[in-house]
């Protein structure tokens, strides 16, 4: 740990998840400054290592590259032993008699219980069944997948949250450790909003409305003269109002039709037709520049192309180049949120298996005689 403390200086995590969900909450605690130990085993190592992407002239991936960020790899063969926690009497009952300020967190793709607990999971499955996909595509086309890790970047971040909880409630309130079981479906599910409230007292089943919403109009994405998309937001009156007049017609917020808004939700057809049909006139730049003017909630849909090149991202440095030893500079999010006081930093990109062998089996006591018969028989 070197050159950035970080609040959570002192705070060990033993990382031995895998791919995305878990990984990615060990990661946020690693953004502030935990020392996290990211355990692999020695041929091959976390699947996140050739997940996707590749460097050319690299076989590892992209995806662990930002994935293994702030992580001290090292390499143990636990098919040497049992299978599972349980199998090596280290479940979390056992390991908290051992500790009993351990914090545990078990990510599954169901929780540990129910009648799917033992059912393999992975983020599609929960974007499936968290009734995100159900409400996700146009209407006339099928569910949606998203072309990201949803699922498991939503339950790393609820993943980072619990494990803040439960150290404060150790830490701050003088409680003991605790498990966490935290199920990727559960945390999709429960940003989708109030659709069980919904069902359960008016009847609804949200379906797929495209860049629509159920309740508040305009708001969507249109197209422009030149090939570019720009997204509006007018849920409220007073917004509403200023696309009218951005748009050149004032008038229509005296219109019954778009007067209010369950009217414009109401006559979104119409009320898109119009506001497409001004866009698909200019430019995207010049739609923008009048939005601006006229101070409209509204941007560009940007490509990763046009988040490296934005004025915003670069005055903010969301985007941190961090020197790696087997690409040069690594292009990765900077960590987030943002503290005044103790900000965290992405201090280096995943470095290669097993790269933190021996030091950290050094910091436990194992001498390096030990250490080569172990990389001898193949346990690291």
Do not use: C
């Not at 009217?263 to 010049?286: C, G, P």
Request: no cysteine; hydrophobic share 40%.
């Amino acid at each position: 740990m070197t050159g950035h403390a970080g609040p959570l200086e002192g705070i060990r995590v033993i990382d031995v998840a895998t791919v995305i969900a878990g990984p990615a909450a060990a990661a946020r605690l690693g953004d502030f400054g935990a020392d996290v130990i990211k355990v692999e085993h020695p041929h091959g190592g976390d699947t996140a290592r050739s997940l996707g992407w590749t460097a050319p002239g690299s076989d590892t991936a992209l995806w662990w590259k930002q994935i293994g960020r702030n992580k001290r790899p090292v390499t143990l063969d636990l098919s040497r032993g049992p299978g599972t926690l349980e199998r090596w009497n280290l479940d979390p009952d056992e390991l908290l008699v051992r500790n009993p300020r351990l914090v545990v967190l078990r990510v599954s793709g169901f929780g540990q219980t129910g009648p799917y607990r033992r059912r393999p999971g992975f983020g599609s499955l929960a974007e499936a069944m968290s009734g995100y996909a159900h409400m996700t595509g146009f209407p006339d086309g099928p569910p949606v997948l998203p072309p990201v890790a949803l699922a498991d970047e939503v339950t790393g971040l609820l993943g980072a949250f619990a494990v803040m909880l439960a150290l404060y409630h150790r830490d701050a309130r003088g409680g003991s450790g605790q498990v966490i079981d935290l199920s990727l479906i559960e945390a999709l599910f429960g940003i989708t909003g109030p659709v069980a409230a919904a069902h359960q007292t008016i009847g609804v089943v949200p379906g797929r409305l495209g860049n629509r919403i159920a309740f508040a109009a305009p708001r969507s994405a249109y197209p422009t003269k030149d090939g570019r998309w720009v997204a509006l937001s007018g849920t409220s009156q007073s917004v509403a109002g200023r696309v009218f007049a951005a748009i050149g017609r004032p008038e229509l917020i005296g219109d019954p039709r778009f007067s209010t808004n369950a009217a414009r939700v109401a006559n979104v057809e119409d009320l898109d037709a119009l506001i497409e049909q001004w866009t698909s006139e200019r430019t995207l730049e010049d739609v923008l520049e009048a939005f601006e003017a006229g101070q409209v909630a509204a941007a560009a849909v940007l490509d990763i192309e046009g988040i490296l090149a934005d004025p915003q991202y670069q005055e903010r440095g969301t985007i941190a180049y961090v020197t790696d030893d087997e690409l040069g500079d690594v292009a990765v999010p900077q960590a987030q949120p943002r503290l005044s006081s103790t900000p965290g930093r992405v201090r280096f990109a995943g470095r290669p298996l097993g790269a933190a062998n021996d030091e950290v089996y050094g910091e436990l006591g194992v001498s390096p005689e030990e250490l080569a018969r172990l990389r001898a028989e193949g346990v690291m």
